[in-house]
Each structure stands twice: as C-alpha cells, then as structure tokens.
C-alpha cells in the first residue's frame, strides 16, 4: 500500500493590492516561526516596493513571488475539466467568492497551508499523518440582544423573576449557536480530490447569495463523502467575530491581558470598518507602545520577534 502524502509545511498568502500593510506583513511572518518550513506571499498586482516588502525579505523563509492569476486557474481547469474555468472566475462578482476560488487552486495545484490577512499564527497547526484536508473551525458567539435573550430563556430564567430576585443580575454573555468551518485557515495535498468538489461548487455558484462559500463548504462536509478531510477542534482558532473584535484591539490593563491571551494556534478576526480603521494604524512602533495594553500587539510582540529588531535598531 503506497505511502499517503502529507500536507506539505508551506504557507501561502495571495494579495491583490498593490501595497502589504504592516498588518498584513505582520500575519505573513506570524506564520515563519510555527512549524511552516517555507511561507509564500502570491501578488496578483503590481506590488510597490515598501519598507513591508523589505521586512518580509528580511525573514529566511520568506518569498514574494508575481502570481499570473490567469495561467493559474486556466491550468487547474483543465485539470478539472471545466471548461473557460478561469473566464467564470473574472465573472464573478462576489469578492468572498473570488477569494475562495483563487486560494483553493492555488493549494490544489502546489498542495500547502492557506492562511487569510485578517489572522495571525500563534502555534502550530497539529494535523495527523493521514489528513490530506483541512479546515479550522470556529465557535461562533452571537452578542445580539434577541440572541441573549433566547440565552436566558433557555437557562430557565425570565426577566419577570429577575425583577422581583434581589440577587445582581449578571452580565450579558454571548449565546453560542455552534461551530462552522472556517477558511481562514485551511489546507491540502496537491490535487486533493475534496478541493476540486469545493472548487466546482464555488465556481456554479450563481451569484444570488442563496450559497455562500461557508454554507457550500458546510453542506459538501455534511455529506460525510470525503474521510480524508478533517475538521479541526474549535480550539485550533480562536475567532473574534464583529461582536467582540474590539476585545483584540482595546487598550486594558496589563493583568487583564494576561488572562485574555488565548491557547490556540490562529487568532482569527472577522474583518469589518474597525478592523479597518485599527489596521491602518498599526505600525512597528504602534506594536512597541502598545505591547502591554493591547491583546493584538501583545500577540505581535510575542510571536513575531522581527518586529522588535526594527524598533530597536531605531532606537539605537
């Protein structure tokens, strides 16, 4: 019996901007120091020489390579067999979907770890020997006030009896509505038969909205048709959803930090206007000052040690 394939210890990331944020190089070489052998930053654009860009280089295992966009998807549809594969992709509209589609066939031509900008590696990714796909999982917490509600209600307690109790009325916490896969983190041996499904999936998608690429990806794993693929613990990721993500970039006291520094291996945020905002601002020396009032530049101090030098050699 022949010897199975293991995922191989490459990260990739795709941009296609024409400049890397620091936040952006900061995710990128977030992923050089757990367990990736060699981290892969595709550009599809024009990319600006930056200060970003000399930073990354500056990493061993790090390589910027120009991705034609074109040749790539029209390789991987004829190895799919679908005709003007790369046509439908310039079709579609839906950024989310475009997203998925060009991350998916990159790792099922060159087999490796897709990692999303909007996340940062803080462990290693412990994947068994037989796994040829993955996907994290995430615990999705919702913090709307109808969903507390139901949370209450279905820990037997009424607002009425809170009302007449003399006992404090506790906070408010999150009702969870369960795990979903998540593409923030996913990976696969070249040619993975489960990518070129989703693949297939993703690209008959017909614009309405009625599947998104995580319902897709939910329903094709809920066949149960691939035991190949696994899902990885909820615990792999620890997702901040537009709910709390202010968690990851308010300033607290340096004993909260503590304990709010999670044991995971990918931190994960969903991105929306105030991640935007804050990730304009972020720079080397936001990280510095920021490293003990911060969870996101506390996680960047600790796990990308680059940053300091950068810092430091200013200082000097």
Avoid at 229 to 248: K, S, Y
Wanted: include cysteine; hydrophobic fraction near 40%; charge should be positive.
């Amino acid at each position: 019996m022949p010897e199975l394939e293991s995922i191989p210890s490459v990260a990739h990331f795709v941009t296609t901007g024409r400049k890397i944020s620091w936040a952006q190089a900061f995710a990128i070489a977030s992923a050089t120091r757990h367990g990736m052998k060699k981290v892969i930053v595709h550009h599809a654009g024009s990319l600006e020489d930056s200060p970003q860009c000399v930073f990354l280089l500056g990493q061993s295992t790090v390589s910027i390579c120009r991705l034609d966009v074109g040749d790539t998807l029209r390789r991987v549809g004829r190895a799919l067999e679908i005709p003007g594969f790369a046509e439908l992709y310039r079709l579609t509209t839906d950024p989310v979907i475009r997203d998925s589609i060009l991350r998916a066939a990159l790792l099922y031509r060159f087999g490796g770890i897709s990692l999303s900008f909007d996340s940062m590696m803080i462990g290693e990714l412990h994947l068994s020997s037989s796994c040829q796909t993955f996907f994290g999982c995430e615990r999705i917490a919702s913090h709307t006030p109808i969903a507390n509600f139901l949370s209450r209600v279905k820990d037997g307690v009424s607002f009425s009896s809170r009302r007449k109790s003399s006992s404090p009325v506790p906070a408010a916490r999150p009702a969870f509505t369960g795990t979903v896969p998540s593409t923030a983190v996913f990976g696969a041996v070249q040619h993975a038969p489960f990518l070129a499904t989703w693949l297939r999936g993703l690209i008959a998608h017909d614009g309405t909205g009625k599947d998104s690429p995580s319902c897709l990806l939910s329903s094709l794993l809920a066949l149960n048709t691939f035991p190949d693929v696994e899902i990885c613990p909820p615990q792999m990721i620890c997702a901040f959803d537009t709910g709390d993500v202010r968690r990851l970039f308010r300033a607290v006291r340096g004993e909260r930090l503590r304990t709010m520094r999670p044991s995971a291996s990918v931190v994960h945020w969903r991105p929306c206007a105030f991640t935007r905002e804050c990730e304009a601002g972020i720079t080397p020396d936001h990280v510095m000052e920021n490293a003990y009032r911060q969870l996101y530049s506390n996680l960047i101090w600790e796990h990308v040690p680059a940053v300091q030098d950068i810092v430091y050699l200013r200082l000097a």
